[in-house]
């Protein structure tokens, strides 16, 4: 009983520690995005913190925002029955999240190494979201048509038009052979 008790009052005071700072300075809620796009929002970043409740990530732009988590929530590239194992700090990350300030949250996270998603770079040819699929030309110009997962086709790139010639960043899983993009943003 006395473990018990000792183990929750842990948890409880690093839950606190890991939240209070920025909570108390109204800092690092995640802001309504740019452009008035609504719906699943997506931002590159590294896991500064997790907790069981929370997650803290310091995105591309410098900036540190805060998410709540959902009981149960996706990570690409780690056990499905222990989602959180895979996340520490200094993992870089693609934060999939709904809602802003202290009510956004995660919906998926794919983690962006060796055990999560690959990263190519090159320009955009066409995009096809009622196909789902991207095609990109790259510098030594060959091509390569990707598959979109749903979240990508309805969420990702939306700054972009098809046959626009953009520079990209797309990130992929390569599973059974199918290339299949969850994220992509301009480079």
Do not use: C
Not at 6 to 29: M, S, Y
Not at 58 to 84: H, M
Not at 120 to 125: I, L
């Amino acid at each position: 009983m006395r473990a018990s008790i000792r183990v929750t009052a842990i948890r409880i005071a690093a839950i606190a520690a890991f939240a209070a700072p920025a909570l108390l300075a109204g800092a690092g809620q995640v802001k309504a995005p740019a452009g008035g796009q609504t719906g699943t929002v997506a931002v590159e970043g590294t896991v500064e913190g997790v907790s069981p409740n929370s997650l803290s990530v310091r995105t591309t732009d410098g900036t540190t925002q805060f998410f709540r988590l959902l009981e149960k929530i996706f990570v690409d590239g780690v056990d499905p029955n222990d989602e959180l194992i895979g996340l520490k700090t200094g993992t870089p990350v693609v934060i999939h999240y709904s809602g802003t300030g202290p009510s956004a949250t995660v919906q998926e996270v794919d983690r962006i190494d060796g055990s999560g998603l690959t990263i190519a770079e090159g320009f955009v040819t066409s995009i096809s979201r009622d196909r789902g699929e991207i095609t990109v030309r790259y510098d030594n110009e060959t091509t390569e048509t990707f598959k979109l997962t749903n979240r990508a086709a309805r969420d990702s790139g939306r700054d972009l038009k098809s046959r626009h010639q953009t520079r990209v960043i797309v990130y992929y899983t390569n599973k059974h052979g199918v290339k299949e993009v969850h994220y992509f943003r301009k480079k």
